[in-house]
């Protein structure tokens, strides 16, 4: 059965999750971006105690349909960009649509009442975390960032940066050459 | 090969909505030539003037007087000259039945309502951006 994780953006969400499970002695059959596949259902105790252990990292269990639906929509949106050359390579609205069986006004009603936001921010938003990572982690320059995450120009990239963050490209790359600068906000 | 500036059209009878999706689109790309009508007659007149250079997309709100934005696609979608023109239909309705229904009329995207500027430009740049995947591909 599968029990669904608010939250889980990156690798270190999924690596709490295992530590989590093992330390409670639960048994998992695999473990994915806002999602647990188990064996067997949960005893309410164990419920309680995994909802405990996983809000230790800001995480959440969650049992209402909206919030799980939106849960997905926004691992969708992530799993665009866990993979070179597949992001955007259809318009977003279709993605979604193709992802699930609803029409696109539906999911993001239903994303924007649970969220308090829309689908597009969300997506926006992400991709500059993205942006971030692949400065940081893969050390590419501006010009290949655009290139792999499909903006239409290093302008642009940098525009739309400089809007979600506050800061141009430039600045955050030195800002981070500080090590105690926290850059990432894993929400 | 797509050309660098595009030319939007905004359909609106609130004067502020207009001005807010202007600066929305302007904060987006400042390179893309804004244009404006305030309801869907003044959209047709203009968009069927020949001397004027057609829109490369429409923003058209569904709620206006004199030709509400319902009439005016269904005017442009059955224009051989405009019809090819992708349309983003808005409006403050959440209404799934509407928007599949102005889909189904040949609507490029729906969109409510943002409630604030800075909602309009994230849907904006998304849609601009769908827009740019959608005439590339034709290309």
Redesign the interface.
């Known amino acids: 059965m599968l029990i669904y994780i608010k939250n889980m953006v990156c690798l270190r969400c999924k690596m709490a999750v295992q530590s989590v499970l093992e330390g409670l002695r639960i048994e998992y059959t695999s473990i994915e971006l806002g999602r647990v596949n188990l064996p067997t259902a949960l005893l309410p105790e164990q419920q309680d105690k995994l909802a405990e252990g996983l809000q230790h990292y800001q995480l959440e269990l969650m049992e209402n349909k909206k919030q799980i639906l939106t849960e997905q929509i926004k691992v969708t949106i992530m799993e665009l960009f866990a993979t070179p050359g597949q992001e955007m390579l259809l318009k977003l609205s279709e993605h979604l649509c193709n992802q699930f069986p609803y029409d696109y006004t539906y999911l993001s009603n239903i994303f924007s009442e649970t969220e308090g936001t829309t689908i597009e921010r969300f997506y926006i938003t992400y991709r500059i975390e993205r942006v971030k990572e692949l400065m940081l982690y893969e050390s590419l320059t501006i010009k290949e960032i655009s290139y792999r995450l499909n903006f239409s120009s290093v302008a642009h990239l940098s525009h739309q940066f400089k809007k979600v963050t506050g800061q141009t490209p430039a600045t955050f790359r030195k800002l981070c050459a500080n090590e105690d600068f926290v850059w990432r906000t894993c929400e | 090969m797509m050309k660098d500036n595009l030319r939007l059209l905004i359909v609106d009878d609130d004067p502020d909505d207009r001005e807010l999706f202007m600066e929305a689109v302007r904060?987006?790309?400042e390179s893309i030539e804004c244009f404006t009508a305030k309801n869907g007659l003044q959209a047709l007149e203009t968009l069927r003037d020949q001397s004027q250079q057609l829109p490369d997309l429409i923003f058209l709100d569904i709620s206006m007087p004199l030709l509400n934005g319902r009439k005016c696609l269904t005017e442009i979608k059955a224009d051989r000259r405009l019809q090819q023109i992708p349309v983003v239909v808005y409006t403050t309705s959440?209404?799934?039945e509407e928007?599949?229904e102005l889909k189904k009329m040949g609507a490029f995207?729906?969109?409510?309502k943002?409630r604030d500027a800075d909602?309009i430009?994230?849907?904006v740049?998304?849609v601009l951006?769908?827009f740019?995947?959608?005439a590339g591909a034709k290309e």
């Open positions: 904060e987006v790309d959440k209404d799934v928007a599949r995207h729906f969109m409510s943002p909602e430009y994230y849907i740049a998304v951006e769908e740019r995947l959608a």
